[in-house]
């Protein structure tokens, strides 16, 4: 690391998890027939996974039904970190809220739908296939302001110790890690619970 640069624990976190991952990889079967969601799990890895990988990653199916072809289309995210923003409302400053926000439904504009060939604007609908058995969320702190650099939001934000629900999973909170200083200084350190 040099003098001046950057280096967050996301950064450190995403930088440890792909060494070990890789280090601890194993070649997937192919299977002949693959569903979709099967697909972009297996291109999405190449083809390999690791114990880190089964812990820790999850998966999101996006259903986008076209509006004037009635024709669903299904699109699949995985990762191994949720990422949320902050809340521009904080009197709802909390994870329950964030995560609802976040797999409530959307507007999706100028969708090209490949079947009727239209661009429409379409409604995306989230749901989650599979679950994380160690679930990693990324508050979004930062944000762009005027002038092109950036402001920490230092909102608080509740959140349940002991019951946390996404998906059909129930999650216990572990640690946090945690920065104090301003955007060019500053430590940080983990809160364990």
Not at 116 to 131: A, E, L, M, Y
Not at 136 to 162: C, H, Q, T, W
């Amino acid at each position: 690391m040099k003098k001046g640069n950057h280096e967050d624990t996301f950064e450190f976190f995403m930088f440890l998890f792909s060494q070990l991952s890789e280090d601890c990889s194993f070649e997937l079967p192919r299977p002949q027939i693959m569903t979709e969601r099967e697909k972009s799990w297996y291109s999405q890895l190449g083809g390999r996974s690791s114990y880190f990988i089964d812990l820790m990653h999850y998966q999101l199916k996006n259903t986008k039904v076209c509006w004037r072809c009635q024709k669903p289309n299904y699109t699949f995210d995985n990762d191994n970190t949720l990422m949320l923003p902050i809340p521009e409302k904080r009197e709802n400053c909390n994870l329950e809220y964030m995560l609802k926000e976040y797999m409530k439904e959307n507007l999706v504009v100028d969708y090209s739908c490949v079947e009727c060939k239209t661009v429409v604007t379409i409604v995306n609908i989230k749901d989650i296939v599979q679950d994380p058995a160690i679930l990693i969320i990324l508050l979004k702190r930062y944000m762009v302001i005027g002038d092109g650099s950036y402001k920490k939001d230092e909102a608080n934000i509740s959140f349940p110790i002991n019951d946390l629900h996404f998906g059909n999973s129930i999650y216990k909170l572990y640690a946090i890690p945690q920065h104090s200083g301003s955007m060019v200084a500053g430590h940080y350190y983990a809160r364990f619970y």
